[in-house]
């Protein structure tokens, strides 16, 4: 199985008529994926085609599931505007939103978030590289050829560390890979795919990517001691980072003691979890879990 994209999934993209959306819209029909409409206000009723693949443009969310019964959306939105598309998914009701844009404003990501709440929709990102369930779909910019579907669940706020893992252990290969993105507020977290994963009958063990800043990781340290049976390993990334420098992502920044990277590995290895101190020596301590 897999986890919240799968090969019924019926995906829209908002804002495939840009350049990244596009481009994006390209690789994601390539990988196999059911890309059933864009939505873009001032296209509708025009059709853009992608190697043969004719794929019409709606002018709402609302409009394009009405029409294809699409239940995920891809946000492709410049950051100015990535705050209106986000809620307009969201009044639409679609299952999922994957919001791929970096930039947005930490209040526009907090308004949307309080804005979802109780709702149908589940966000994930802002400021992430979507998610695949490796041979089903791909919703983002995951590289579709670099592993394959298989027995580990992936969920990281890293996107280019979420590649590498998935290369590592491409011979053994992944239920669902989730990046959640870097920014202090993000819709789905790290909890909410542990929880996920240990609900999917066909996921056998975890790889869970972290890094400095916040407490996310200690979080989800205190979750998978009290509710994750499954083994699970892990990866932090930030250890030789300065103190009260941000990093990378809006979230990566260290104040004292809280949100450094042997902090968090702490937290994770007093819960049981196995944290490499690269990401290499992580797929190799996952492989000694699975027997690979």
């Not at 993000?186 to 890094?211: K, N, R, S, Y």
């Amino acid at each position: 199985m897999s986890i919240f994209l799968n090969e019924n999934s019926k995906v829209i993209v908002q804002g495939m008529t840009g350049s990244e959306g596009s481009k994006h819209t390209q690789r994601m029909l390539a990988s196999g994926t059911a890309i059933v409409g864009g939505v873009n206000p001032r296209k509708a009723g025009t059709s853009v085609d992608f190697d043969g693949a004719t794929v019409p443009v709606f002018g709402s969310v609302a409009d394009a599931m009405k029409e294809t019964g699409a239940d995920v959306s891809v946000i492709f939105v410049p950051p100015p505007f990535a705050k209106a598309a986000a809620i307009e998914a969201v009044d639409a009701q679609i299952g999922l939103a994957v919001v791929i844009t970096e930039g947005i404003p930490v209040h526009d990501s907090t308004y949307v978030w309080a804005h979802a709440q109780g709702g149908a929709t589940r966000i994930i990102g802002p400021n992430c590289p979507g998610l695949i369930s490796p041979g089903r779909s791909n919703a983002g910019i995951i590289p579709a050829n670099i592993t394959k579907q298989g027995k580990i669940g992936l969920v990281s706020k890293s996107g280019t560390l979420t590649y590498q893992m998935m290369y590592e252990l491409r011979d053994i290969g992944f239920s669902t890979c989730v990046g959640i993105g870097g920014d202090p507020v993000i819709g789905t977290t790290h909890i909410d795919c542990l929880q996920a994963f240990q609900d999917d009958p066909e996921t056998e063990a975890i790889v869970m990517i972290g890094e400095i800043g916040g407490d996310a990781e200690e979080r989800a340290a205190d979750f998978i001691k009290a509710n994750v049976t499954k083994p699970v390993v892990g990866y932090v990334a930030g250890f030789t980072a300065p103190e009260g420098k941000t990093m990378g992502h809006a979230g990566a920044i260290v104040s004292g003691s809280a949100g450094t990277a042997q902090a968090k590995k702490e937290a994770l290895e007093a819960a049981g979890v196995r944290v490499g101190k690269t990401p290499s020596e992580t797929a190799r301590l996952m492989r000694e879990l699975v027997g690979a």
